[in-house]
């Protein structure tokens, strides 16, 4: 397996654009989690899924992101509008459905918001 | 509410010297607990992980953890340091009921040859 796959690995825009990161998670993985790393917070856990289900979205900073997972293969999350305080390296990550197991990091998406 | 501490933010060593990076969790519950690696511009790679038993943890890359539960401690170590091991160093936790790790704020790695 490839592993899991983000894009794009770098993005920059304006502020108060639309930002879509996209996620493909390890095949047969039941879990999804969406992570973000700054200097300031270190790394943070957004939203995750199981199943393609949102589990816990508390992590989401507020309502200018949201994130879907239409199908086991697949997941997005967007920003709408984007801020430059959203500025940050982006992780996502899949596991399997047991207990005792990791979850496996993609590459990030390092957004910058300008 | 879970949580980890790593009280060291930088720490620099000799290649060849040992090296052991501290972790504190808090948790309700029986823990799970895990180290990843993160080179510049990379993902977070698994060093090693801990669910049960045998409390000394071997891991990738020569790495070692050990899980001493009336501490609340999860270190790492390596016996000697070679120059590839310079990233940044996170340690996490998670446990039946919750499935997302949360994480440390790291200790970045530096050696000197």
């Known amino acids: 397996d490839a592993g899991v796959i983000q894009s794009p690995r770098h993005e920059v825009t304006e502020m108060g654009q639309e930002v879509t990161l996209r996620c493909k998670p390890i095949?047969?993985?039941?879990?999804l989690f969406w992570y973000r790393q700054t200097m300031m917070r270190g790394l943070e856990l957004l939203i995750y899924?199981?199943?393609?289900?949102?589990?816990?979205d508390s992590g989401m900073p507020e309502d200018r992101f949201s994130a879907k997972m239409p199908n086991a293969s697949f997941s997005n999350l967007k920003i709408q509008p984007s801020e430059p305080r959203d500025s940050a390296v982006y992780f996502c990550?899949?596991?399997?459905?047991?207990?005792?197991?990791?979850?496996?990091f993609g590459q990030g998406t390092r957004l910058t918001v300008v | 509410a879970q949580s980890v501490t790593q009280p060291d933010i930088h720490i620099t060593v000799s290649e060849g010297a040992s090296l052991e990076l501290r972790c504190n969790y808090s948790?309700?519950?029986?823990?799970?607990l895990f180290w990843y690696v993160q080179s510049p511009g990379q993902g977070l790679q698994l060093l090693l992980k801990?669910?049960?038993?045998?409390?000394l943890v071997q891991g990738i890359k020569g790495f070692e953890a050990e899980f001493k539960r009336s501490q609340s401690s999860f270190n790492l170590r390596k016996p000697s340091v070679h120059w590839s091991d310079a990233a940044e160093y996170f340690c996490?936790?998670?446990?039946?009921?919750?499935?997302?790790?949360?994480f440390g704020s790291g200790t970045r790695l530096q050696v000197q040859p």
């Open positions: 990550a899949s596991s399997l459905s047991s207990e005792n197991t990791e979850a496996f």
């Open positions: 095949s047969g993985h039941d879990y």
């Open positions: 899924f199981n199943n393609n289900v949102p589990i816990d």
């Open positions: 948790y309700g519950a029986t823990p799970y």
């Open positions: 801990y669910f049960s038993g045998d409390t």
């Open positions: 996490a936790v998670g446990g039946t009921g919750r499935r997302a790790l949360t």
